[in-house]
């Protein structure tokens, strides 16, 4: 029970990668590689977790208290804004393949010659 | 750990084959901000204010916006094209 | 190679890919276990340093200022890339296409008022987030996911100044090089590049932290018109008539 958020973020990675290889539709290819992402998020918040630590807001929260650590949030925070447009340039390049070959299906794109 | 953490944990690991699961892209558009709301709740619990926002309004309004547009325009060019 | 042969060398690939990550499950500490030095010495050591309560944006702009402006790059790139890929083809044929009018008052009344909750939420969260959680990211996402309602709202004609480039261009970079110029005067003070220079006032109130704030606003125009512009560029017109059943 306290390794369970590890085996939770491998598993959410593994059914992500498993999506990926078994797509039939680039957008839909998309969507799994978000998936894959989050669980290195699950995965970094899950180490960074302290027993009965509160969030790293000192707001009304006396100094020196038990505090979670700030650095894997830092790390989450920026990941995240920057993961939507990386999906979105994945996303311009599947519907550039699609205008270059007809076609958003991953295994019939090299068929079409341009 | 507490209960509402293995709640939340149980939440994401249950969502995430069922964004993979959908096959049609405007419906996992759907199930895929669904699935955002969970790690929302999963990051607050593990008590991280500062991801469960950036993650709410990037899963709420950035994700299915770029997926439906790309739907739609991957639609309308497939449209123009069995026209001409 | 077909789908089934792709599946079947899968299989056995994630079966080894997992039995890898149990083998590293194993090494890790417990969960609620933390070992690291580094949370509880931020965790001690910035409110009284840098003067902000908020110290997940204390390492951000000040602890590990030199990640978020590589990050803060990367959204850049992205951003360009999608630009370049997605411009070419309605060059010089921008007709304005017929919009399906949204028809439930109660949709329309309702994502008004998201537009000016969103907005002004996003603003304070970039405002005060070195103080409560917030930050200059997470605002930025915010305050540009509340100005897209208008187009969820509205029509394309509603939502045409907001998908204005060449006055976002300028200004995202103006957020994004803010950083760097920020980062310049430190250097050519003398000391290394982003020290905290600027004076730190008092914690918990908005005149606090030094440079986290000024970093803190350029991160948050750079985000906000990085996101504006992908917007732009997935929802440009393209001049196919609307096809008669979705009027």
């Not at chain 1, 059914?15 to 669980?39: D, E, F, M, P, R």
């Not at chain 1, 700030?70 to 390049?93: E, F, K, N, W, Y």
């Not at chain 3, 605002?139 to 045409?160: K, P």
Request: aromatic content about 8%; overall charge neutral.
């Amino acid at each position: 029970m306290s390794y369970l958020p590890y085996a939770v973020a491998a598993w959410i990675c593994l059914v992500g990668i498993a999506g990926i290889a078994t797509s039939k539709n680039l957008i839909h290819l998309a969507v799994c590689l978000s998936v894959t992402q989050s669980a290195s998020y699950v995965l970094l918040l899950a180490v960074g977790y302290v027993k009965h630590g509160k969030a790293p807001i000192f707001v009304g929260l006396k100094l020196g208290s038990k505090a979670v650590d700030p650095v894997v949030q830092a790390l989450t925070l920026t990941d995240v804004v920057v993961s939507l447009a990386v999906i979105g340039l994945i996303l311009a390049l599947a519907l550039d393949a699609h205008r270059l070959a007809g076609t958003v299906d991953p295994d019939r794109l090299h068929e079409a010659q341009g | 750990m507490i209960p509402l953490q293995i709640v939340a944990l149980a939440l994401v690991a249950l969502g995430a084959p069922l964004v993979v699961l959908t096959r049609d892209p405007l419906r996992q558009a759907l199930v895929n901000g669904i699935y955002g709301v969970s790690l929302v709740c999963l990051f607050v619990v593990l008590e991280a204010p500062d991801p469960a926002l950036s993650m709410l309004a990037v899963s709420g309004i950035g994700y299915p916006l770029v997926i439906v547009a790309a739907v739609a325009r991957v639609r309308a060019r497939d449209r123009g094209r069995e026209d001409e | 190679m077909t789908r089934r042969t792709r599946v079947v060398v899968l299989a056995p690939a994630l079966v080894g890919l997992g039995a890898l990550f149990a083998w590293a499950i194993a090494g890790l500490p417990a969960f609620g276990d933390y070992r690291g030095p580094y949370g509880y010495v931020l965790n001690r050591i910035v409110v009284p340093l840098r003067h902000t309560t908020n110290v997940v944006m204390g390492t951000n702009f000040d602890v590990r200022g030199v990640d978020t402006m590589g990050e803060e790059f990367i959204l850049y790139a992205a951003v360009v890339g999608v630009t370049l890929l997605l411009r070419e083809e309605t060059k010089g044929r921008r007709v304005e296409r017929r919009t399906q009018r949204l028809r439930s008052d109660t949709v329309r009344l309702g994502g008004v008022l998201m537009v000016a909750a969103g907005f002004l939420v996003g603003i304070w969260l970039m405002a005060f987030g070195y103080i409560t959680p917030g930050g200059g990211f997470q605002g930025g996402v915010v305050a540009a996911g509340a100005i897209l309602c208008i187009f969820l709202v509205g029509s394309h004609r509603d939502y045409r100044p907001f998908r204005n480039e060449h006055a976002f261009d300028p200004l995202e970079a103006v957020g994004t090089g803010g950083y760097v110029v920020v980062g310049l005067t430190a250097l050519v003070s003398g000391s290394a590049f982003l020290t905290n220079l600027f004076g730190y006032g008092t914690t918990g109130t908005l005149r606090s932290s030094g440079s986290i704030a000024v970093l803190n606003w350029a991160a948050a125009i750079a985000v906000t018109f990085a996101v504006l512009l992908l917007f732009a560029e997935f929802l440009e017109t393209y001049d196919r008539p609307l096809a008669p059943e979705d009027t």
